[in-house]
């Protein structure tokens, strides 16, 4: 994989998830203003009934979905007391460590979410509410965005170790990297 190879695939994978981030962004939209209408419903004696539900389904499935464009675009929140007094390549070697810590957790939670999704599918459970919300149909979703953060997160790490393998510290620093409240400020 060439240089060029590596950005276009960041590149790539970037465009993608801001696209997801969009069509998230309007679901919890469409969301907050189904809430907001069963506000003014309840005000006037009326109720949709189940937006509380509905709305914790939506934030899950949502904050699932979202995690793979935040890891892009450096959101996670990182400790970086040692990080900060090495050189490029001590940096990006901290770097390299913590996103393969990250990746590791997040490939394990997607594997762990997938028997409770099993489960459900395997019983036909619904939910203990008076809607009834057959789970399955929220759990594949938030499965599904687990995993998508988890292929996201391996692609990021090759892509910054084939980078440091090419002493492209700059750039893997760029890709995975934290930046410090000094580094926000200029």
Known sequence: MTD???????HNLRRLNHGIALATGAVLMVCALIVLADIVLRQMGSSFGGTDE???YVMAIATSWGMAFTLLELGHVRIDILRGRFND???ALFDLFAMLMLTGTVTLIAYKCWPVVERSLAN???ANTPLETPLA???IPWFAGWV???VMAWLTFVVAAMM????RFKEAEATIGCFGEEDLIK
């Open 54 to 56: 509905i709305s914790g």
């Open 124 to 126: 036909s459970s619904r």
């Open 4 to 10: 060029l190879m590596e950005d276009k695939l960041l």
């Open 137 to 139: 149909w929220v759990q």
């Open 89 to 91: 390549g001590g940096r």
């Open 164 to 167: 440091i393998l090419k002493g």
């Open 148 to 150: 998508w953060f988890a």
